[in-house]
């Protein structure tokens, strides 16, 4: 059974329920292949790996530590040509309504305008991209509560 894919733009406001982060812009990029997600402080400590959103600088942070036990390291060419060892996470993607349960490579995104980057792995058969809008989805109402 084919569903309606929905028509977002360039940028939307995305939210990270299981990371207690919300209301975030992020860039759409086809050109991508996984999302990734602004972190610091990323250590991984005796099989437990330890960062914090954002950075300082960013109106959403809150010096919350993460600590995740289920994760992976993968080789992810960032958009200098340049390959990083990367680590990835799964959680849930809050796109609108949506809930997406996906793969997240963390990387210091602070030279970047904008702190999340959403690939086409995430994208595909769920979402189509008019690169002529800006946010097309409403961010959803109850933001903190789904």
Do not use: W
């Amino acid at each position: 059974m084919q569903t309606e894919k929905q028509t977002i733009g360039r940028r939307e406001v995305v939210g990270f329920p299981e990371l207690g982060l919300y209301n975030i812009t992020a860039k759409i990029d086809t050109g991508a292949y996984t999302t990734a997600l602004h972190c610091h402080d990323i250590k991984e400590v005796e099989g437990v790996l330890y960062f914090k959103l954002l950075d300082p600088t960013h109106a959403e942070y809150n010096q919350q530590e993460n600590k995740f036990t289920n994760y992976t390291k993968k080789d992810i060419r960032n958009s200098f040509g340049e390959i990083e060892n990367r680590y990835i996470i799964k959680t849930i993607v809050k796109i609108g309504c949506k809930r997406i349960k996906s793969v997240i490579s963390l990387t210091n995104r602070g030279n970047m305008r904008y702190p999340v980057l959403i690939g086409r792995k995430l994208l595909k058969n769920r979402f189509v991209v008019d690169v002529a809008l800006l946010n097309n989805i409403p961010p959803s109402k109850k933001n903190k509560n789904n």
